[in-house]
């Protein structure tokens, strides 16, 4: 059985919701897969996106959705979107 890796990329709603973002992250990340990877990286006028890579089981398909939908949902966060996904 294979796996995946997916990078999301999470912006926030303002800049003071970084760290508040960056804190939960990764325990968000872990009741759906397993937290690889976290950076912050300049957007635009001051503010900042986190990268967030997870890794999942090829064949559990709806973690890859799940694990978006509960990113969406954390305090502070604006929206969030696949940035890439592949098999490894």
């Not at 897969?33 to 890794?55: C, N």
């Amino acid at each position: 059985m294979g796996k995946v890796i997916v990078i999301y990329k999470i912006y926030p709603e303002d800049v003071d919701s970084i760290e508040k973002i960056k804190n939960n992250v990764k325990g968000v990340v872990g009741k759906h897969g397993e937290y690889k990877d976290m950076k912050e990286e300049p957007l635009a006028f001051g503010m900042s996106l986190i990268r967030v890579m997870a890794m999942f089981d090829q064949n559990n398909a709806k973690a890859v959705d799940n694990l978006e939908e509960a990113l969406k949902k954390m305090e502070g966060v604006s929206e969030v979107e696949v940035e890439g996904m592949n098999l490894i």
